[in-house]
Every structure is written in structure tokens, then in C-alpha cells.
């Protein structure tokens, strides 16, 4: 969703703040705008659309120069994605210095305070609920920013990570959280604030976080204010709580390289976390089997082994492609650790007053860890009673953080919006979750082992599926006119049928649905016509020969049969038009392998209508608001 980047320190800002909101376009967004401080006055640019407008805009207009700014992508929540709603957003103080604030989350009470702020004189023009914020800083200016800030958070409810700076102070800026993440990397002569790491790495790996309800003002400036073109700098930071209380926080080392978040020889990100799933794989799965004493390691989850023993019931959630490896997560614990588990959308979850029995278990499914429906129905579960497990890819973001223990993926920073290295990486993880619960429990020695040889083959198994691309693209080429598509499967499939539909539609705007294949008789065949794409999951296993008969449904009706097989299976050939194969694996690892030829896809069904893969209409990367 939106992105924030600010900077403060010796070199020229503008072109540091186009490289980073450049670095988190993937996260989606709709418009852009940044503000710099030159001459004691704040100068602002704002365009629609891409980075490179707002870009363009900024060197016709002769350029920005200033060693301050703070810049933003938005995706719009408040009012549509129009230049005026774009941050930043502009106060004027009494003292009449001017305020600017770029935020991502959402102010709930703004109506309130904007009627409080109206009354005072301040003249709004934006349809933002941020714009109320800027305001309110500036209302409550009294020539110190840090202190504005702290009591105007303190006015506010919702969700925020902002970045603040007033033409007062040229050489401070001040940031705070509470809900959106928000990561602070300290240069050596300079602060550069962003909402995700990938635009703070190429700087510095130096980095503070801060937790909810915390600020940091940072300052940096010429040691000789008389000379401060050249001579050395003086930086410094301190952290608060918005009540003023002094806080410490510690400096980590950002764990993230460069290379994993730039493209190298691919024409798109999503193409890229495709392809290097092998490696990925081999990263997740590193450390974790145990072939000679044939068990899972899962380091995290030690200290909880004996309530993971005694868990009753597991109540796994997520949204998106998130929420599909839940569903897979769903069959594993039931199937290997035998224990009820049901997995719900958070943002449903949340609102329907569940009942948490004791010994229930609340795994949050997430790549980003920051999606505000996952942390909120984390949230009232554990209010509730429920123990909470994070299946997480970002390492210490707040679902991580907030939950009682985890495993994380550890499959590299995703940056193609639409997600397919983390659902492998989830559906990796959900399933040495249900062997390492399985095999304390029932499970012999010699299932285990045979999960645990599969696994260890993972990475070839999705290296042989991946040579298929080019046969997969020739497939979709003679179906990608095509407007409506239907993806079935069963059992373990059946998740992986709904996570081949989100993932076509997407990126590829193709409606397509995604459903059990035995559902489908009960009203969607009515859809079925002459050429119609439909995908079948119809790998080998306990339920092969109703996904045959369900084929038949289709091809009686005209359907075009693209069935995912297993290698050596030669009675679908009679059946299918064309066949895309998996390797033999058990069934309840299926999913790990079915699901990569649907990345492919609809990878190619989007390049093939020629939309923009890694900036997909209308989505956000991760989806901080509820
Ligand atoms: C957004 C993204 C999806 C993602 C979902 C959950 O909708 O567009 O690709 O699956 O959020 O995100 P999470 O970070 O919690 O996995």
C-alpha cells in the first residue's frame, strides 16, 4: 500500500527520494508527491500516476534542491487518487511556518478533528483523512516539532507511520507509528526514514523500528550552521513515547541484500520469485529436517512444544494467497497432526464474535506481516485466550513480533505484488508444522521419513516443473482471448484451484473462479461453453477418479480441458487438451508442486495481454488497512 521515504542529512534529497519511492512502487499505488525544505520554505510536488511523473514534474519545474524531504506513494482509501488528495499534506502554524506530513494507515476520528480544526480557522483541500493530521500538528506548534507531533498523536485514533518536517526546523524530522511499519536507517551523516526495508538497504543496513506509539525526532545538520555547504555534519536522534517519555531502541543489522531486491537478468520481479523458487525452497527448508534422527526442527517453536502437544484446535488465518496456504494448512494439521482445524478469513473471523475454546491455537498466515485484517483477528484471538503462532515471511514485522512464537519463512523479500514464492514458502512451513505436531503424536518414524525424503527434494521437484514455462506460455497463448476461466480441484487441490484463479486474475484481469470440482456441477457448469478454459488439479492420488468424471462434465459441455498431471500418468491424455506435469509426491505435499504451472500461468496470460506484471491495477502489495 502506500509507501513513505524520508530523508535528513548531507547529500541532495531529491534524487534519493525518487530512488527509494521507486524501490517500494511494488507495494502499489496510485499517486505520488514529495516536499523538500529550500530557502527556509517548503516546496511541494504531487502528480498522479507513476513515480516518473511525479519525477518529470519536479525537473521541469528546474529541480528540488535540499538535504530534507519526505515523499510518498498512496493508494487511495479517502477520495480518489487525485493530485490534491496526494501527501504530502500541508498546515499552517500561528507563527505562520508551514507543516508538511506524509502518513500511511488510517486517522479514524478525522471527521471530529476536522470539524474541531475547521472551527480554528484552517481551510482544508484534500477528501484525505491525513491532510487532518498536518493540520493538527500545526495547530498545536509552538516552535518545537517534536512536541507538536506528540500531542497531535495523542488527539488521534487509527493507524499511522508519518514522517513530518516544518520550514521552522530545516534540519529535523520526526516520525512516529503506531500499526503501519515504519523502519529508520542510520547513515553515517544521515536518517532515512521508509515503510519497508527495500528503500533504506542501498543506504544503510544500520536501522531502528519502533514500536507503537513511539517518535523519533532525528536531526542532522552542518556542525558550522555558518558554512553549511561544506565542513562536517552533526547527526543525532532520540526516541519518545507520544507521552514524552524517553525510550531506547536498539540498532539492528538489516538483514536484506541488495541483489534479492533488484531484478538482474528478469524482465519482471514476479517472473523472478517464480524461477528462483528452488532456492527459496532451499532456504526455507534449510536447518529444519533432521533426516538421521528423521524429525523437524523448528527452533522457534520450542519453548511451546508441550502447549503445541495439547492444542485442542487450530484456527489458521490470513487474506489473499495468504489465506489459500491456510486453507491448504487446514488439511495438513487435520490429515498428519490430527487435530480440528478450520482456517477463516481474518477480516471475517474477526467480526463474527468467534468462540476461542481453551487449548485453541491462532496461526497467522502472512508474507508481509503488516496485513491489518491478519493482525487484528490475531489480536482479538489472543484477547480471547487463544495461543498465537505467526507463519511470516518480513522478519520483526509487527505480526512477528506480536505473536507468542513462529516460523518464519525465509524466503527472501517478495516484491512481485502478486504472491507466489511465499505461498510455497507458507505451505513449506504449514507442513513441517503438521509432521513436527504429527510425529510427537502418532505418526510413525517411516511416514515421517518419507514427508522428509519429498521435502528434501522439494527444490529439484519445482526446478523440473519450472522447465515447463515455455510449454505453459504456448498453452495460454491459445486461450488468453478468452475472458472467463474456471480452476477446480480436490482435497489438497482445492485450495491450490483458488489460488491458480486469484493468482490469473490478478495480474491478468481474466475472470476466472477457482472452486471444488464437485461443486461445480451444482451451478457454475451452468458457465461452461464451447472453448471455455477450465484448469483441473488432477494429480494422482485418493480422489483421481472423480477428478476424471468431473472432466467428462466439462468436456460433455465443450470445455477446454488444462489439466496439471503427474509424470507417467498416461490415461489423461485421453482427457486433457494440454497437460502440464508434476513430479510424483505424496499427496498431502501436492500443493508444493500443482500450484507452480498456475503461477506460470497466469504470469504469461499477463505479459501476453500486455498488462504490467509487477504494478497489477488497483493492488497493494501488502494491505494495511482494514
Ligand atoms: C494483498 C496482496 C496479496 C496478499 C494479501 C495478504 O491482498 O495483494 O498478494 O496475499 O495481501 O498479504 P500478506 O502480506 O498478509 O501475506
Known amino acids: 500500500m ?133 493540520k493538527l500538528v500545526a495547530e498545536l506548534y509552538e516552535g518545537d516539532l517534536e512536541k507538536a507531533v506528540q500531542s497531535a498523536l495523542r488527539e488521534v485514533t487509527g493507524a499511522y507511520a508519518i514522517a513530518v518536517m516544518c520550514d521552522k526546523e530545516p534540519h529535523t524530522l520526526v516520525c512516529a507509528r503506531k500499526g503501519s511499519p515504519l523502519i529508520i536507517g542510520i547513515g553515517e551523516d544521515s536518517y532515512v526514514v521508509a515503510s519497508d526495508p527495500s528503500a533504506v538497504v542501498a543506504h544503510t543496513t544500520q536501522v531502528i523500528t519502533l514500536d507503537d506509539y513511539q517518535v523519533a525526532r532525528l536531526c542532522a545538520g552542518p556542525k558550522d550552521r555558518k558554512s553549511p555547504g561544506g565542513g562536517p555534519w552533526a547527526v543525532e536522534f532520540r526516541t519518545t513515547t507520544i507521552d514524552n517519555v524517553r525510550v531506547t531502541r536498539e540498532v539492528e543489522e538489516l538483514e536484506l541484500d541488495l541483489q534479492q531486491i533488484e531484478l538482474g537478468k528478469y524482465p519482471h520481479f514476479m517472473l523472478k520469485e517464480i524461477m528462483e523458487q528452488p532456492e527459496s525452497l532451499r532456504n526455507c527448508l534449510r536447518g529444519r529436517i533432521d533426516q538421521r534422527e528423521c524429525r523437524v526442527v523448528l527452533g522457534g517453536l520450542t519453548p511451546l512444544v508441550r502447549d503445541l502437544m495439547r492444542a485442542k484446535r487450530f484456527i489458521l488465518t490470513g487474506q489473499g494467497t495468504a489465506f489459500h496456504a491456510g486453507r491448504i494448512g487446514e488439511y495438513l494439521l487435520e490429515d498428519l497432526a490430527k487435530i480440528p482445524a478450520r482456517c477463516e478469513y481474518a477480516s471475517e473471523f474477526r467480526y463474527r464474535n468467534p468462540i476461542i475454546e481453551e487449548g485453541s491455537i491462532i496461526i497467522g498466515v502472512s508474507q508481509s506481516g503488516e496485513t491489518a485484517d491478519t493482525l487484528a483477528a490475531m489480536r482479538e484471538a489472543k484477547e480471547r485466550g487463544a495461543m498465537a503462532l505467526g507463519v511470516v515471511n518480513a522478519v520483526g514485522s509487527t505480526i512477528s513480533r506480536e505473536t507468542d512464537a513462529g516460523v ?196 504469461h496470460a499477463a505479459v501476453l495481454r500486455g498488462h504490467d506484471v509487477d504494478k497489477p491495477r488497483n493492488l497493494a502489495k501488502s494491505v494495511t488497512v482494514e
Open 408 to 603: 518464519y519463512l525465509h524466503v527472501g523479500p517478495e516484491i512481485g505484488v502478486a504472491s507466489t514464492k511465499a505461498f510455497v514458502g507458507q505451505v513449506a512451513v504449514l507442513t513441517l508444522l503438521a509432521l513436527y505436531i504429527g510425529k510427537r503424536r502418532f505418526l510413525s518414524d517411516e511416514t515421517v521419513r518419507t514427508y522428509l525424503n519429498d521435502l528434501e527434494k522439494l527444490p529439484e521437484h519445482v526446478a523440473k516443473v519450472l522447465e515447463q514455462s515455455d510449454h505453459i506460455r504456448a498453452c495460454v497463448e491459445r486461450h488468453v482471448h478468452r475472458d472467463n476461466w474456471l480452476f477446480l480441484g480436490r482435497g489438497y487441490n482445492y485450495p491450490v484451484a483458488l489460488e491458480g484463479a486469484l493468482k490469473l486474475k490478478e495480474i491478468s484481469y481474466i475472470h476466472a473462479e477457482g472452486m471444488p470440482a464437485a461443486e461445480m456441477k451444482h451451478g457454475p457448469i451452468a458457465l461452461i461453453d464451447e472453448g471455455m478454459p477450465v484448469v483441473f488439479i488432477a494429480t494422482q492420488g485418493s480422489q483421481y477418479d472423480k477428478v476424471i468424471s468431473n472432466i467428462e462434465e466439462v468436456r460433455a459441455r465443450g470445455g477446454k480441458i488444462i489439466a496439471v498431471a503427474t509424470e507417467g500418468d498416461t490415461r489423461i491424455e485421453k482427457y486433457a487438451d494440454s497437460i502440464f506435469r508434476v513430479p510424483n509426491v505424496p499427496e498431502a505435499m501436492q500443493p508444493l508442486v500443482s500450484v507452480i504451472p498456475l503461477q506460470l500461468v497466469a504470469y
Open 2 to 134: 502506500c509507501g513513505i521515504v524520508a530523508y535528513v542529512g548531507n547529500k541532495n534529497v531529491a534524487p534519493l527520494l525518487f530512488e527509494g519511492l521507486k524501490r517500494l512502487e511494488y507495494r502499489g499505488y496510485d499517486s505520488a508527491g514529495l516536499a523538500i525544505v529550500s530557502e527556509e520554505k517548503i516546496k511541494i510536488a504531487r502528480a498522479t500516476g507513476r513515480v516518473s511523473v511525479l519525477e518529470s514534474k519536479v525537473a521541469a519545474a528546474g529541480g528540488f534542491e535540499s538535504h530534507i524531504g519526505i515523499a510518498h506513494t498512496r493508494w487511495a482509501t479517502h477520495g480518489p487518487p487525485t493530485e490534491a488528495n496526494a501527501h504530502p499534506h500541508t498546515g499552517k502554524t500561528k507563527s505562520g511556518h508551514t507543516i508538511a506530513v506524509v502518513h500511511n494507515g488510517i486517522i479514524e476520528n478525522y471527521v471530529t478533528l476536522t470539524k474541531y480544526l475547521t472551527e480554528r480557522g484552517h481551510v482544508f483541500t484534500s477528501q484525505t483523512d491525513t491532510e487532518v493530521l498536518a
